[in-house]
């Protein structure tokens, strides 16, 4: 069992005085796979990701990293982990050269194989000609490859991301993760946390964190099958008065507004949606287009965020 | 074996970044060469040409000479020649004079009688040095020739100045000045130098790898005792070549004395970063020690002249010790186990300060 997954956790939660950051997460991570953390700032994302690696100690629950215990022999997991941080971390004053030296220095990396490792490093994250380059002076994504390069230097089993394309543009964001697919297809396990949809969509697993609770947790396919809810989509050249008529739908769960095209989520268990809305726009005398569609990442999160309020009201 | 090369790794890197950084490798040098030059050549307690103001309304033989002795003894530096002494408290109030002298007509019947005082001095006593320089001239003779002059009486106190005849102020503010100067630059850029790597964020990277906090403080402080020791080289080099202020006692025992010393600033530096969350706060707190370590230490002013528990502040200061040890050991040629109250307390402070510094170091992980 525990040698299919890199991480598990049961219970695990984290009080910050009367503020609960994580409250009970339960957390399975397969081996050799890319697990995403999806949930907006402040839902306990990082908190998770510093207790799994030994920085913060848990109030209460057990985890078990790499088959290490924590928080227990700190030391020794941390040499088998790789971190990288959400705000570059890196000497900005040394070059991307002296950085990887220094890495390779403190994770005691054998002496005699440094040399070609960073090399190796180097040419992989399209550093190799800016060796020389003081790591402050580069652009975002050449940072971020350079954490990267950091992260990896040692070989870990298990890379913990926190936010790591928050500074970065699209495409270098792309051969980001194309990167990332390449590790864990060597069978490094992965965890990144993200606030972005298109990056949880690549992960082969999810799990959705509101307000230090996970509230969703499975592959992308399955999250987006298993919403309980319709997704309508509706194109109206008066999005705004549309808005004002759909909400008041019985059922609608939640109505976003896209250009001109309006998202409305409404249960299951209600028939004929399309239809339902259809009509009270007709009825309205607002001209529009509705038509069912698939869910995707986007709704599924508005979806299991909402629940909780739903329960409360 | 892995720790001691991740703590060269440290060292290392600490050193490289140093090098690179201009302004501080540059105030590592310059700092305590400028600082000498300025203090030791502009700090003079020995106060000469007060700028004076003369109403002579007597205007006889005796009384010019007067004058013209006054002007010889280099204390008074008369610029102005009045009529009355209303001008000269005028002049004393514009803040154009520090002294004023006041001959009155009967000045050659006082000097004669010599049961009332021949000559008032006004002074401007808001500055007590200036004030007693003032009071040195009570004691300058005055007569016709020598044979009208008044016998000076023989004094009841004799004062014999030891470790410093010429009353030479260097000899005084340097070894002073080493203490004020190691307390600047060892603190700061220990508290500044921990205090970057969190705003940078290089710390949250550090403290995943197998660095231990051990490994991270004393690899960020090595650097630095090194940086002291250098300092302490040059301006012992620049106070024996400029203002010939001698090592009388053992250079060895300095050292030692200044080891301990620069160990008690880097502990609390250490103790600063752990309180601070910006290198602009650590500058702050850095200013709110320096200013009782130049004021309170017995360097500027004489310890034993402080009020009771200004001295207890005094004594919570490593300077207030260390300037104790220096002053011993250069001047008066004492060895340092002489001097075991300052040693004993430089100890404790650094033990507590460190103790504290390491205890919330870790604390701040979680």
Known sequence: ??????????????????LVAVDKLDLAVPRGRIY???????????????????????????????GIDVPGDAATLKARIGYMTQKFSLFGDMSNDENLQFIAEIYSYPRRDRRRRIDELLERYDLADRRKQLAGTMSGGQKQRLALACAVLHKPDLLLLDEPTSAVDPQSRRDFWAKLFALAEAGTTILVSTHYMDEAERCHRLAILDRGVKVADGTPQELKDDTGMHVVEVLADDPFAAQNVVSAVPGVVSVTQLGIRLRILIPDSIAEPAERIAAQLEAAGIPASTALTSAGLEDVFVAVTLKPKQAAA | MNSLSRLSAIVRKEVRQLSRDRLTFGMVVGLPIIQMLLFGFA????VRNLKT?????????LSREFIAHLGQSQVADIRYRVASPAELTELLRRGRISMGVHIPHDFDRRVVDSDRAAVQILVDGSDPTILGVANQLRSMPIGFDSALATPAAAAAVAVRPFYNPERRTPVNIVPGLMGIILTMTMMLFTAVAIVRERERGNLELLI?????????MIGK??????????????ILGVGELLFDVPVRGSIVDLYLAASLFIAANLALGLLISTLV???????QMTVFVLLPSILLSGFMFPFDGMPRFAQWLGELLPNTHFIRLTRGIMLREASIAELYPAVIALAVFTTVAMTLAASRFSKRLD
């Open chain 2, 221 to 234: 402080v090595i650097p630095y005792i090194l940086i002291g020791m250098l300092q302490l080289a040059l």
């Open chain 2, 208 to 216: 995943n790898t197998p660095v231990s906090s051990a490994e991270l």
């Open chain 1, 1 to 18: 069992m525990s040698d299919a997954y890199a991480i598990e956790a049961r219970g695990l939660s984290k009080h910050f005085g009367s």
């Open chain 1, 36 to 66: 995403g953390f999806l949930g907006p700032n402040g839902c306990g994302k990082s908190t998770t990701i510093r207790m799994l690696c030994g920085l913060l100690t848990p109030t209460a629950g057990t985890a078990t990293v790499l």
């Open chain 2, 277 to 283: 969350k910006t290198q602009f706060q650590a500058m």
């Open chain 2, 43 to 46: 700090i003079n307690t020995d």
């Open chain 2, 53 to 61: 103001a003369v109403a002579n309304e007597a205007n006889t033989h």
